[in-house]
């Protein structure tokens, strides 16, 4: 069976550090891969997708980047986080080419920016 | 942008049915609505999906009106387990999912 996950689970970091939170999927190849972020008492907001190795597509300016070295590994990083990138980072997966794919969400990785 | 409208939050009595409604007046024909849930300080958890007909698994029941503009997610017997953020969600022709922010239920012993 398919599973996904993220570390670290819980981060503090403060302002102008470096981030690198990891996704990683088992059991599926070629998945389509997300980024979201939920902010306090708001709605998931869709940072980057990924259809394969290499190919990221951004959703929004911001602060961050993404990257999928690996099938099964997608990476948000940031050079210098800001005060406005606390939240709650969801990772998640899909079977591509599907009109019905539905998308897998991994534990999320809870940031707090200092 | 969201393409649901939800009500923010209910209550459903444990044993009960939970009826939680979703508006999605402007969903296109091949659109499909999409149920999720979110559980306090977890990743949203996926319940089920549907695009015309009434659709029934392990853990809940879609009902979409014939002219799909809403649809309602039934629990039939709420437990305390279930009390989270319900997400409605209309899928668009991209590989993108919009979250607004949900119901929120709870389950009260």
């Known amino acids: 069976s398919q599973t996904i996950h993220q570390w670290p689970a819980t981060l503090v970091q403060p302002v102008g550090s470096p981030l690198s939170l990891e996704c990683t999927v088992e059991?599926?190849?070629?998945?389509?891969l997300y980024w979201y972020r939920q902010a306090a008492g708001r709605g998931l907001q869709l940072l980057f997708y990924?259809?394969?190795?290499?190919?990221i597509s951004s959703e929004v300016p911001q602060n961050l980047s993404a990257s999928r070295p690996q099938d099964r590994q997608f990476i948000l990083s940031s050079k210098k986080l800001l005060l406005s990138d606390s939240g709650f980072y969801l990772c998640?997966?899909?079977?591509?080419?599907?009109?019905?794919?539905?998308?897998?969400f991994g534990p999320g990785t809870r940031l707090t920016v200092l | 942008d969201a393409k649901t409208t939800q009500p923010t939050s209910m209550d459903c009595a444990e044993g009960r049915a939970a009826n939680l409604p979703c508006n999605h007046s402007?969903?296109?024909?091949?659109?499909?609505v999409y149920w999720y849930r979110q559980i306090h300080s977890q990743g949203p958890q996926y319940i089920i999906h549907?695009?015309?007909n009434n659709e029934t698994n392990e853990m809940a029941s879609l009902i979409i009106t014939e002219d799909r503009k809403s649809s309602t997610l039934i629990l039939p017997h709420a437990t305390l387990r279930d009390t989270a953020v319900y997400y409605c969600?209309?899928?668009?022709?991209?590989?993108?999912?919009?979250f607004g922010t949900g119901t929120s239920l709870t389950v009260i012993p």
């Open positions: 998640a997966w899909s079977v591509p080419s599907m009109r019905t794919d539905t998308q897998y």
């Open positions: 059991g599926t190849s070629n998945p389509n």
């Open positions: 990924s259809v394969g190795i290499g190919q």
């Open positions: 402007t969903i296109s024909g091949n659109e499909y």
């Open positions: 549907g695009l015309k």
């Open positions: 969600i209309v899928r668009d022709t991209g590989n993108q999912f919009y």
